[in-house]
Each structure stands twice: as C-alpha cells, then as structure tokens.
C-alpha cells in the first residue's frame, strides 16, 4: 500500500469521534522514504485549518530546529499521534489514542525509517511503550524493534520556557544532526 492509498483510508475513519469535528484531515506530510520520521502529538487550530501538522507556531519552530540537525521538512516525514484535531486543543485521550495509532504504525510500516524523532511526551511514550516524560529521555537514541527513537520535547513547551528548555531542544537536534552524519 502507498502512503495515498492508505490516506484514503484514513479519510473515512469513524473509529474514534474526533473526525466530526474536523475541518481537515491532517494525515502528515513530507518525504516518503524519509530517514526520518518526525511524531508529533495532535493537530491544532492551524494544522485543522490547513490539513497539515506542525504550521502553526510549533511548527515554525520545528522547522528552525530541523535547520539545525541540517534538515529541511522535505527530507524528513511529518506527522501526529492523533491525525484530527482534539476540541479545544486538549490532551489525546486513550481511546482515541487507541483508535488512531494503527495509522501511525502503518505509515512507518511504509516510510520504513531509520530514526523515528518522538515529539512531546504523548507521541514518546507511545513509541517507546513507556510511563517515563520526555524529559528524562530527550537527547539520546533508544531502541524500539529496527527503529532508533529520539526523543525532544515539544516545540510549544519550548516557547512557553525560552530560557530553559529552547536551549536544550535546540541542543538535541544539533546532536540529532550529528547522529545523522554516520
Ligand atoms: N503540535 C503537534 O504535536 N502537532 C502538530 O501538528 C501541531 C502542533
């Protein structure tokens, strides 16, 4: 299966109650044979409105950091945990983390990369089947099956706490670039 044809599915998902309450689908974008795949957390206001993840301000900021592990959005697969926006913007709920993440396995079944960069606790901990944040795991690579997982924190913590935790995200894809390099 493609990536389109399985966007298609995606589109006629009813498994959890979020699609009706979308104005887009935001299924990911971004290269198909991506060495990296970048996961994120859930659409926003933007991502609704435009059907893509991460262009809002995250996603400005995501993009800055990709520069700096010498990436552009082009070179790398872009996409969520959730693929509908949450109302209001509130955290994923477990049912329909649930009910979404099948999609997410099958894009990565597809892409096949080699680094799966976990955005944010929520994408982290569901990749890596683990209780522990993101920050006790950011920087550094971890194994799940053939992937190797690199876990960063969320770009919108990051503009909530420039002083603190920018520079440490900004530090992590300068590491992320040079894990690239072998
Ligand atoms: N935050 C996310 O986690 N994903 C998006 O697509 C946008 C903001």
Redesign the pocket.
């Known amino acids: 299966m493609t990536l389109d044809e399985l966007k298609l599915e995606v589109e006629a998902c009813r498994s959890c109650s979020l699609w009706q309450g979308r104005t887009n689908l935001?299924f990911g974008v971004g290269n198909p044979h991506a060495r990296v795949l970048v996961v994120?957390?859930?659409?926003?206001a933007d991502?609704d409105a435009q059907g893509e993840?991460?262009v809002?301000r995250?996603?400005k900021l995501l993009t800055e950091m990709l520069a700096l592990a010498k990436l552009t959005r082009d070179d790398v697969y872009i996409a969520?945990i959730l693929k509908c926006r949450p109302p209001e913007n509130r955290n994923p709920l477990p049912d329909e983390i649930k009910a979404c993440t099948p999609w997410l396995r099958e894009q990565t079944r597809i892409i096949a990369p080699e680094f799966i960069v976990t955005?944010?606790n929520f994408a982290t901990q569901f990749v890596l089947k683990t209780d522990l944040g993101v920050t006790k795991l950011r920087g550094r690579i971890h194994e799940a099956g053939r992937f190797k997982v690199y876990p960063v924190f969320?770009p919108?913590y990051a503009l909530r706490n420039r002083n603190t935790v920018l520079p440490q995200l900004e530090e992590d894809f300068r590491t992320l670039g040079k894990l690239l390099e072998v």
């Open positions: 935001v994120g957390e859930a659409p926003g991502e993840p991460f809002g995250s996603g969520n955005v944010g969320h919108a």
